[in-house]
């Protein structure tokens, strides 16, 4: 994400609009986190020159924004340190060998029949993807657009007791008259955990749903919407996943929040006990910069993807020298769920916080474009393949190589509506549902605050959910129910299709 240092008069007022009661909240189990040592192999900058020029801040006045952005520093220089995976030993219950059951690749099939009106195509990527196998490319399919019952639109800001925009927090009857779904479609408050700000979500094989917040609690809420605490003592955790045929929680999160010298890592958590796999991954440029959305593919690996270091590529310490690219900064990492030995997979992903693998094995990701105002992304991910970072069109950006060619996004969002969570949804509840993938747009930026739509492959758009004040992730449930947690609120939304 970005625009979170240029806005802090707007950061109180939106905290200041969606804030209600403070009701008192679930108590969550604390635990220490076990760690080693990493090492950090020193990355130096290059000597690249351009003119300095500084990049200019958005216009827009309503973002939601972080309680808590971090200020860029002047100076220190950049972040040197490489992950690396842990001397922790593997616990004896973790599997060795890739689980036999793969719950979260569904069948080849990529639609439904369906009889409902076809939205607007995107602009869909011409580039062949690489399956998360790395070695298989799935040919693209015919892609219908999502069914849709009718048009979605914003509905108008309304003035509560606790608000001049949204219904308090605790009025669940105001929140389900506010979002809007299409026709056919149910919308139900289903949680609220108060004082917390929803990062990341995964539902479990034990019919939970875990909830990651912003103050490093993870939460678990049943399906009658109750919420307790699970583990805490993370910080800032956002990517959260189950590995696939086993209850082991993943889970990225901050272990030093520096905008210069930052580190992240990636955690496993099983029985409450939480387990560092990998440490020294680059974090922390801005709020949300680091790493993010984690999925597990059809070769029985993780993938998750890192944020980039700087808005466009500029030493922060000198914006006129482009800075060397750290081992595992800025796109798709793959890593081993038992050791953490990782990879690079993709290049060219300035802040892909969301993650989905499709039936066919195909990831996507969204991307967070920036400062200076182009389109954000969305991304089928091409193995090997460079997708923009940090060859942009504008002044104060770096010239590209000849022999670089970076990808064309799939699909281009309006700019600044920094778009988060993602999933691919392998149900088969919603009409011509099956392979469609829904992402949130988080920010307050007009056009923004809603879920999109789209069908197999990225292509047809349509706007699915809208009237939240800042939507940050995205699941589904095993009877393929939708859940939206929304950042600024602590409210969890179930959508159901009723017919």
Known sequence: MKKYIVLPIMIIALLISVACNTPVEPEPTAVAIQSTATTEPTVEPTATKVPPTRTPDPTATQVAAPATATAIPTSTAAPTEEPTATATEVPTDVPTEKPTAEPTIAPT????PSSGEATA?????TETENSSEGATEPSPTTAAAPVTSGPVEQPPYE????????????DPAGWEARIRV?????VQYFAYIPGQQPTGMAYGPDGLLYVATQGGTIYTVDSNGNANGYVSGLIAPTGIAFRPGTSQLYVSSRVREDNLDGEAQIVVIEGGGIRQLVGGLPCCYAFMHGPHGIVFGVDGMGYVGVGARSDHGELLTDPAVQAELHPYEAGIMRFDPNSGAMTRFADGLRNPYGLAIDGNGTIFATDNGPDYGPPDEMHR?????????PWYDCAECFPKPAEVNPLAPTYNFIPHSSPTGMVAYKANQFPGGYNNLFVTLWSAFPGAQKVMRFGPNGVGA???AMGFAAPIDVEVDTAGNLYIADWATGIIFKISYTG
């Open 182 to 186: 299409p026709a056919g479609y149910r």
């Open 159 to 170: 003035a509560s007791s606790c608000s001049d925009r949204y219904p308090c927090n605790d």
């Open 121 to 125: 195509e995107g602009s869909g990527n």
């Open 462 to 464: 349509s706007d699915f």
């Open 381 to 389: 991910i091409v193995a090997g393949a460079n997708h923009g970072y």
């Open 109 to 112: 099939a990529t639609s439904e």
